[in-house]
């Protein structure tokens, strides 16, 4: 598997702000991914990050709210723009090694919206 | 739309026992399958991956995989209190995106 890190661990933020959160692996990948896992729920994909085109997103996900870069193979950003309390989530970026599914997830960002 | 569906438990089981965790999905084209064990504020972590029909051991752990019926399975041999945690079950097609059940929650009580 490989090293994957995330920037910021934790946040708490103000209603109408914005977040960056990063994903950094210590491996070149192909398909890196990021995820919202809100309290007591499973996983929901937010988007496939694309290395150099535009992220792929998820029904009910926009590019304006949730705006993404993927500048190289082993980094991307997911931002979490104009921040209202139902943002309030856990952010998990994961990645894909091989060409078998198998995905393996950061440590989370724990974001809470005031 | 494709769903994984699972019992959100949680399934109480006594130390040393056997834990049986389940899982069905709905797009009968998925082809690739897991299980993830995730601790509580902790990120899920891949325990066991499952691409054919069958059983696939690993150590206490064994996935079963029934495409006909559309039903994965997860057993636990020699459940500790360590094990306890939530199991997510879930579903794909090879090179792409997974879909997640909402998880099993497994307590292992010494």
């Known amino acids: 598997s490989a090293v994957i890190s995330q920037k910021p661990s934790r946040d708490i933020c103000q209603r109408g702000t914005s977040l960056t959160i990063q994903c950094q692996v210590d491996?070149?990948?192909?398909?890196m991914f990021w995820y919202r896992q809100q309290p007591g729920q499973s996983l929901t994909l937010i988007a496939t990050?694309?290395?150099?085109?535009?992220?792929?997103?998820e029904s009910g996900f926009v590019i304006d709210k949730f705006p993404i870069s993927r500048p190289n193979l082993t980094f991307s950003t997911l931002t979490v723009s104009n921040m209202s309390p139902e943002d309030s989530s856990i952010y998990l970026c994961?990645?894909?090694?091989?060409?078998?599914?198998?995905?393996?997830f950061g440590p989370g960002t724990r974001l809470t919206v005031l | 739309q494709k769903e994984v569906e699972q019992n959100s438990g949680p399934l109480s089981v006594p130390e040393g026992a056997i834990a049986s965790l389940n899982c069905t999905y709905s797009?009968?084209?998925?082809?690739?399958f897991f299980w993830y064990r995730q601790y509580s504020g902790k990120s899920p972590e891949l325990i066991m991956s499952?691409?054919?029909?069958g059983d696939k051991e690993d150590g206490r752990f064994t996935a079963q995989l029934n495409k006909a019926s559309q039903y994965v399975s997860l057993l636990i041999r020699d459940s500790q209190p360590s094990d306890s945690a939530t199991y997510l079950c879930?579903?794909?097609?090879?090179?792409?995106?997974?879909?997640f059940g909402k998880g099993t929650m497994l307590l292992v009580s010494p």
């Open positions: 499952i691409y054919s029909n």
């Open positions: 491996s070149q990948v192909t398909m």
């Open positions: 797009d009968r084209v998925s082809q690739s």
């Open positions: 990050a694309n290395q150099g085109s535009e992220a792929t997103y």
């Open positions: 879930a579903a794909g097609m090879g090179y792409s995106t997974l879909t």
């Open positions: 994961s990645v894909e090694l091989t060409r078998t599914g198998e995905q393996f």
